[in-house]
């Protein structure tokens, strides 16, 4: 079984702050880690994914995430926001099952940017 | 390129009824996945078909059901609709085989149940 705790369902920052929301998760088997964002009213947009190697892994729009494999995390930053990151973050947890990765979704954290 | 298309965008439907939504995944994709995200909620695994078979199913009733036809695109009906079924419905598509099933998602059918 596996599972995601995203620590934070709401975090307000002002533009141009850095930002960091926070994604822990539980698995029994090695996972990939993703982040998600979901703008008002659509479907969701991958940010980036961890599969291997570096744990540093760069995404679109200036995120990054940092896979820390002894605290079970997965971090999302970003140095310096904008209005338009004004949406909803979704970390996943996806370990073989079946022979199919089938994502687990954290409850979500709202970003909300203010000038 | 078109990427991955749902229909309808949104429904209304009364309690007991059923309902069917439709998605078409991306070019090139041959998995489809379909979520419930009820409001404020994560998207939640419903089920996942591959070569017109469901291959995984997360916890769900029977009342939900699915059929993936030759072309990869793909239904998922719910049957006895009950109030708690109102969620907005994603299908996300994915190739695979890849190993780090990166899934497009499309917008979303948003159901009403009243």
């Known amino acids: 079984a596996q599972s995601v705790t995203q620590l934070d369902s709401q975090v307000p920052v002002f533009e141009e702050a850095p930002v960091e929301l926070r994604c822990n998760y539980s698995?029994?088997?090695?996972?990939?880690l993703f982040w998600y964002v979901q703008y008002p009213n659509q479907g969701l947009q991958l940010l980036l994914k961890?599969?291997?190697?570096?744990?540093l892994v760069k995404g679109i729009n200036g995120f990054e995430a940092e896979f820390n494999k002894s605290q079970t995390s997965f971090h999302l930053r970003k140095p310096s926001v904008h209005i338009s990151d004004t949406a909803e973050y979704f970390c996943?947890?996806?370990?073989?099952?079946?022979?199919?990765?089938?994502?687990?979704f954290g409850r979500g954290t709202s970003l909300i940017v203010h000038p | 390129d078109a990427g991955v298309t749902q229909s309808p965008t949104h429904l209304i439907k009364t309690r007991g009824q059923q309902v069917t939504l439709r998605c078409s995944p991306k070019?090139?994709?041959?998995?489809v996945s379909w979520y419930q995200q009820a409001l404020g909620q994560g998207p939640q695994f419903i089920f996942q078909?591959?070569?017109?078979?469901?291959?995984q199913r997360g916890n769900f009733p029977d009342r939900f059901s699915g059929h993936q036809f030759p072309n990869y695109s793909s239904e998922l009906n719910v049957n006895a609709l009950l109030l708690g079924d109102s969620a907005l419905y994603l299908c996300?598509?994915?190739?695979?085989?890849?190993?780090?099933?990166?899934?497009?998602f499309g917008p979303g059918t948003r159901l009403l149940v009243l």
């Open positions: 996300a598509s994915s190739l695979r085989g890849t190993g780090a099933e990166t899934q497009y």
């Open positions: 698995s029994s088997v090695s996972v990939y």
């Open positions: 961890y599969l291997s190697g570096s744990t």
């Open positions: 996943a947890v996806s370990g073989l099952s079946g022979g199919s990765y089938i994502p687990t």
């Open positions: 070019s090139g994709h041959d998995t």
């Open positions: 078909y591959y070569e017109e078979e469901e291959r």
